[in-house]
């Protein structure tokens, strides 16, 4: 079955021998109805609707555009500063490597030196005869001297802030 136009200005279903039938006869049928976005010299008004109605849309569409653009350009921008502070994190990381590479440089070159030193005392007492082991007791020596100079001093210097806080809870 088969859909077309009869005379009577309806859509109606039409079975194929009665279509062959209708097409060798000549009738005056009148136009078909306008479809939506088309345009004849007979009627203006619809045209002119439907053509604001597609510039109404093409507005909200524009409208949609500039919204996705601000949004777009919000993004960048987010993005951008994230650019921005991860860069001077970067910059402070590189600084903070170089100084610990020139630390660690001064570091093995001050190695470098005490053992250079370390190597010309046992050079020194080498030559002069004097045993490694005197040097070790001398270094024991030194060890207890200093630590016995280190317990006098932290002794001095509690018994002065004790005495120091006893004036204070006399003035009190």
Request: aromatic residues 6%.
């Amino acid at each position: 079955m088969s859909y077309s136009y009869n005379p009577q200005g309806s859509f109606g279903p039409t079975d194929r021998s009665a279509a062959s039938q209708e097409s060798n006869v000549s009738t005056n049928w009148p136009d078909p109805p306008i479809a939506v976005g088309t345009c004849t010299p007979s009627s203006r008004i619809p045209y002119l609707d439907v053509t604001l109605m597609s510039d109404a849309r093409k507005i909200d569409r524009i409208r949609w555009l500039e919204d996705e653009l601000a949004e777009l350009r919000s993004q960048l921008t987010d993005a951008s500063q994230q650019c921005a502070m991860r860069t001077r994190d970067c910059q402070l990381y590189r600084t903070a490597i170089a100084k610990l590479t020139a630390a660690n440089n001064t570091l093995q070159e001050q190695n470098t030196t005490l053992g250079e030193y370390f190597n010309q005392v046992v050079d020194i007492c080498e030559r002069r005869g004097i045993p490694i082991e005197v040097l070790k007791s001398i270094q024991k020596a030194l060890e207890t001297e200093t630590a016995r100079v280190e317990s006098l001093r932290q002794s001095t210097t509690d018994t002065h802030t004790s005495s120091a806080s006893g004036l204070d809870q006399r003035r009190l």
